[in-house]
């Protein structure tokens, strides 16, 4: 089972660009790598999904290296409202090959 | 929100009670889960559903059964609750998109067991 390693938290500011990393050493060939935003009191929601290279959309990036054991979300501009807990995750369409780790709580201040 | 309930919301019970949390979700997706969430930790895997009657264990499915009779509903059970059950309950459904699946959560139901 492919295992995430992530920081448990940052800190930046409003209007910055952030960055977390997130390692997963041992990631399948048939794996998929997800993030997820967390706010207090609410369900984990989807943000972005990429297998190879880079993802892009309209909230985030996901930059995924050749040998794909790390990943890099890429939060443009944040703000406030971004300050939330953010998973890695690795796994395929099977729940019991997904494991959710703690997460990184990302705090943005003024 | 992928169409997705929990009840209830919040909930209030007694240690050695039997408890029962809802799941209901209006768009026929197949694989359904329950995972719970305790402060300062992730979100752990208690069961999952991949079609009706078709259920599996997760990481701590210990003191938990689950029941899913029709596509729409998933039931998890706490047959008789203890205080280390307290948490907040979160279920799941996942979706295929662009070749992966993709999991969406429902509100969460908070449970305190005294």
């Known amino acids: 089972l492919a295992k995430t390693t992530q920081p448990i938290s940052m800190d930046s500011y409003e209007g910055q660009e952030v960055n977390i990393t997130c390692s997963h050493n041992?990631?399948?060939?048939?794996?998929?790598i997800t993030w997820y935003q967390q706010f207090p009191s609410q369900g984990p929601r989807f943000i972005i999904q990429?297998?190879?290279t880079k993802v892009t959309n309209e909230v985030a990036s996901l930059f995924i290296p050749a040998d794909r054991k790390s990943s890099t979300l890429s939060l443009p501009r944040v703000s406030l409202s971004d300050t939330a807990v953010y998973y890695c995750?690795?796994?395929?369409?099977?729940?019991?090959?997904?494991?959710f780790g703690s997460g990184t709580r990302l705090s943005i201040r003024p | 929100d992928a169409g997705i309930t929990q009840s209830p919301r919040h909930k209030v019970t007694e240690t050695g009670t039997p408890v029962t949390l809802r799941c209901h979700q209006t768009?026929?997706?197949?694989?359904m889960y329950w995972y719970r969430q305790d402060p300062g930790h992730g979100l752990r895997l208690i069961h999952y559903?991949?079609?009706?009657?078709?259920?599996d264990k997760g990481e701590v499915s210990d003191g938990y059964s689950v029941s899913r009779s029709k596509t729409e509903d998933f039931l998890l059970t706490l047959e008789s609750a203890t205080s280390s059950q307290t948490s907040v309950y979160f279920c799941?459904?996942?979706?295929?998109?662009?070749?992966?699946?993709?999991?969406?959560f429902g509100p969460g139901t908070r449970l305190l067991v005294l």
């Open positions: 799941a459904i996942s979706e295929s998109r662009d070749g992966a699946e993709t999991q969406y």
């Open positions: 041992n990631i399948a060939t048939n794996d998929y």
């Open positions: 768009e026929n997706h197949r694989y």
């Open positions: 559903s991949y079609g009706v009657k078709d259920t």
């Open positions: 995750l690795v796994g395929q369409s099977s729940a019991s090959k997904i494991i």
């Open positions: 990429g297998y190879k």
